[in-house]
């Protein structure tokens, strides 16, 4: 089991409530951060929840405060950005167009490259925006988690959970379709200074009571997650911490 990493457990009445907590999160993180914010997104259903409340939260700091932020995407399907299954494409229809982060400070994928190559290329990427360094510290990555415990395009007994080397990596036999998709790593994941997982809805709530109340001798993905000096937070809906007897912060309606 690894090591235990002090988290924080916020539980809300709904997936709005939440939305508006997470966001909130985002903006106070970006304004502490004194300057360049580098923010880690993930696809599914943070792309609506994101993009429903990140622009009025960012706003409050000023129009400009956007413009020093970088963005990157925990991991990414291996498809035209017009494609319903990019996440970047879903983020540039329904976020970057309500939100001033320079093109340039957006970091995305290649998908016209074959899928190892699009990781590689996606690497440098990051090692360019992060000034050259080996491994990418962010200041905060916002993570789903699916009903089978994965996070980012890191599955259940995958070989790229043994992965210490690269900070992206290439997969091609996706258990969850599409089967190519490049990855965060967990040593980007775990070298990060704030993570957030947000999960919604009663799908979620037998994982959750694993990954949050076990102590597996093989542990789900999610639950590899344990940043070594970084701040680990879960933003749950009550749906989906319905079955946990862990203590948590219970937060009423707005």
């Avoid at 923010?39 to 413009?67: K, M, N, T």
């Avoid at 919604?200 to 070594?228: C, F, M, Y």
């Amino acid at each position: 089991m690894p090591g235990f990493v002090p988290r924080h457990i916020s539980v809300f009445p709904s997936p709005q409530e939440l939305g508006s907590s997470l966001a909130q999160l985002v903006a106070q993180r970006a304004a502490e951060s004194g300057g360049r914010f580098s923010l880690g997104l993930s696809g599914g259903s943070l792309v609506r929840i994101l993009s429903q409340e990140l622009p009025a939260a960012a706003a409050l700091s000023g129009p400009a405060a956007p413009a020093r932020w970088v963005l990157a995407f925990c991991d990414e399907r291996l498809v035209p950005v017009e494609d319903p299954e990019s996440t970047y494409g879903a983020y540039k229809t329904h976020l970057l167009s309500k939100i001033s982060i320079p093109e340039n400070q957006v970091v995305i994928i290649n998908p016209s490259l074959p899928v190892e190559e699009a990781a590689s290329d996606y690497a440098e990427k990051l090692k360019e925006a992060f000034q050259g360094e080996n491994m990418p510290v962010f200041d905060l990555l916002i993570l789903g988690i699916g009903p089978d415990g994965h996070t980012c395009s890191l599955f259940p007994d995958h070989p790229l959970l043994q992965e210490k080397e690269k900070i992206v990596a290439s997969i091609s036999d996706s258990p969850k379709p599409p089967p190519e998709r490049i990855t965060l790593t967990l040593p980007v994941l775990n070298a990060a200074r704030t993570v957030v997982f947000v999960a919604t809805g009663e799908s979620k709530a037998a994982i959750l009571k694993r990954i949050l109340e076990g102590d597996e001798e093989n542990p789900l993905p999610a639950a590899l997650v344990q940043p070594h000096t970084g701040k680990l937070h879960w933003f749950l809906d009550e749906s989906a911490a319905r079955e946990l007897t862990v203590p948590f912060e219970k937060h009423s309606i707005l």
